[in-house]
């Protein structure tokens, strides 16, 4: 970004006439939050001794007998927040112990902190890039309930295709902008919503408006594009970055997606699966290691990748079970990873191959493009924890030399169970994912990057307040199912 010291900072805020100072950080499960301060609290001494706050409401965070944490902006950070109506510095921050002065552990950008040191000890690079893809909806509306005798939901969008025999007089958005006098036609089916132009496409000029304020943050955007789903479904590229700062662009990229969707009167999730029977939401992640100007996975092997990146693969599919606990975090995750769809639910790998967990792009023959995509993760990740999680998979692999196994050049959707017994799956439900990674976590201590501490509290939350909470809750299609038992 633009500024680099907190001297700068301070020069930055003068310039563009700061009014009020936000002050961001997440909790353990990858929500931003945030408080504000007045411009007469931004000083240098902020930056070294920070601002102190209540922990002890913050998910995942410290018990209330323990609670008093601080937050110390980064300066890098700084920008211009695009949604707030008198002229506001965001500062992103790094949380730390006001007793101890020590990174709190279970901060997730401590955790990806700690990711790249440890790589750059390791010896193996000098800096991993993560390169997500991100998918979203934007619907016109949401509606949602649960108590001890009514539990639903309704989404609803002008582009939803079981709205192509809607009688309506005028559908107007919340902002009051109008959707459709009409029904004008023109629904993206059921799974062929991908790359329709308009009239189809009915949100060209909302991702557009998305693109400029993610530039105007500094972030580089690739593409943007209509998803396969109907009623919405979205993506955006961005640029790849180094982990921290692909962690802080992720962050970045969801306030803005979800805050330009609110100025037209609209909402935007990140929801895996919203949509019964069509496509859900992932977020590939391109990844890759460097040293120096040297590209590490470029090579001989097989799709043009060194021995170093195969086994960077190898750690990728070897511990993919317990990545699933950070990489699709949520119970809603394995609607979307269901065997016998188009879900990346087999834990093989091939180039050009997007049927496989984990694909070798062949875009480019130079060197400096060649990377790994893993299909498996999904945007309601906290991108700190999963790239940080699947960067130490890697690494491990490449330290115990993993082989991958064989290249998967099939449909495998294809395939018959039979021929694919022996090619491993992802879990099938998040309570399956939190058991391999109880299971198998010793890669992610190395280097004290993931905590046993932070790992139990993932694990206790995850399973108390979703996986169990779930589990208590009638669904309503039980009722079409049991109600005349």
């Keep these: 970004m633009a500024t680099q010291t907190p001297k700068d900072v301070l020069k930055f805020a003068k310039d563009n006439k700061v009014e009020a100072v936000d002050l961001k950080f997440l909790d353990l499960l990858g929500l931003w939050q945030h408080f504000t301060i007045p411009t007469s609290e931004l000083t240098e001494e902020l930056f070294e001794e920070g601002n102190g706050f209540d922990?002890?409401?913050?998910?995942?965070?410290?018990?209330?007998?323990?609670?008093?944490?601080?937050?110390?902006?980064?300066?890098?950070?700084?920008?211009?927040?695009?949604?707030?109506?008198?002229?506001?510095?965001?500062?992103?921050?790094?949380?730390?112990?006001?007793?101890?002065?020590?990174?709190?552990?279970?901060?997730?950008?401590?955790?990806?902190?700690?990711?790249?040191?440890?790589?750059?000890?390791?010896?193996?690079?000098?800096?991993?890039?993560?390169?997500?893809?991100?998918?979203?909806?934007?619907?016109?509306?949401?509606?949602?309930?649960?108590?001890?005798?009514?539990?639903?939901?309704?989404?609803?969008?002008?582009?939803?295709?079981?709205?192509?025999?809607?009688?309506?007089?005028?559908?107007?958005?919340?902002?009051?902008?109008?959707?459709?006098?009409?029904?004008?036609?023109?629904?993206?089916?059921?799974?062929?919503?991908?790359?329709?132009?308009?009239?189809?496409?009915?949100?060209?000029?909302?991702?557009?408006?998305?693109v400029r304020e993610?530039?105007?943050?500094?972030?580089?955007?690739?593409?943007?594009?209509?998803?396969?789903?109907?009623?919405?479904?979205?993506?955006?590229?961005?640029?790849?970055?180094?982990?921290?700062?692909?962690?802080?662009?992720?962050?970045?990229?969801?306030?803005?997606?979800?805050?330009?969707?609110?100025?037209?009167?609209?909402?935007?999730?990140?929801?895996?699966?919203?949509i019964f029977a069509d496509n859900g939401s992932g977020m590939h992640v391109h990844q890759s290691i460097w040293k120096g100007e040297k590209p590490l996975f470029a090579g001989d092997k097989y799709g043009g990748m060194s021995e170093l990146g195969m086994h960077y693969i190898g750690g990728i599919l070897k511990h993919a079970p317990a990545l699933a606990a950070f990489t699709c975090p949520t119970v809603n995750s394995y609607r979307r990873l269901v065997p016998g769809f188009e879900a990346p639910i087999n834990l093989a790998y091939s180039s050009r191959n997007r049927s496989a967990g984990v694909r070798i792009p062949m875009y480019s023959p130079s060197p400096k493009a060649k990377r790994i995509e893993v299909r498996f993760p999904d945007p309601a990740c906290n991108g700190y924890i999963a790239f940080s999680a699947m960067l130490m998979a890697g690494l491990d692999g490449i330290e115990r030399r993993l082989n991958p196994g064989n290249p998967l050049d099939k449909d495998i959707y294809a395939l018959t169970p039979e021929e694919l017994k022996d090619v491993p799956k992802m879990p099938g439900s998040l309570d399956e994912a939190l058991e391999n990674l109880k299971r198998d976590h010793d890669f992610l201590l190395k280097g004290d990057v993931f905590t046993a501490d932070v790992i139990e509290t993932w694990i206790e939350w995850k399973m108390a307040n979703e996986v169990s909470a779930i589990r208590l809750r009638p669904h309503p299609y039980e009722f079409a199912l049991y109600f005349d038992a």
Excluded at 63 to 92: E, K
Excluded at 227 to 248: N, Y
């Design 55 to 210: 922990g002890s409401s913050i998910r995942g965070w410290q018990p209330i007998h323990a609670s008093d944490m601080l937050v110390v902006p980064d300066p890098t950070t700084a920008v211009m927040d695009p949604f707030t109506a008198l002229p506001t510095l965001s500062l992103i921050c790094n949380i730390v112990d006001p007793l101890t002065k020590e990174d709190y552990s279970r901060d997730p950008r401590n955790i990806a902190r700690k990711a790249e040191a440890y790589l750059k000890s390791s010896g193996v690079g000098d800096v991993a890039y993560f390169g997500p893809e991100p998918e979203f909806f934007v619907f016109d509306e949401v509606r949602y309930e649960q108590n001890q005798h009514t539990g639903f939901y309704l989404i609803d969008s002008a582009e939803g295709q079981w709205n192509t025999g809607r009688e309506v007089d005028t559908l107007n958005d919340r902002s009051g902008r109008l959707v459709e006098s009409k029904n004008l036609g023109y629904k993206p089916r059921y799974k062929e919503g991908y790359f329709p132009v308009q009239p189809t496409d009915t949100q060209q000029d909302i991702r557009t408006e998305m």
């Design 214 to 274: 993610l530039e105007k943050l500094g972030y580089r955007v690739e593409k943007h594009h209509h998803e396969v789903a109907t009623a919405g479904q979205a993506e955006i590229d961005l640029r790849f970055l180094s982990l921290v700062k692909m962690g802080d662009a992720l962050m970045w990229y969801k306030h803005v997606v979800k805050n330009v969707a609110r100025r037209y009167g609209k909402t935007a999730t990140f929801m895996p699966k919203p």
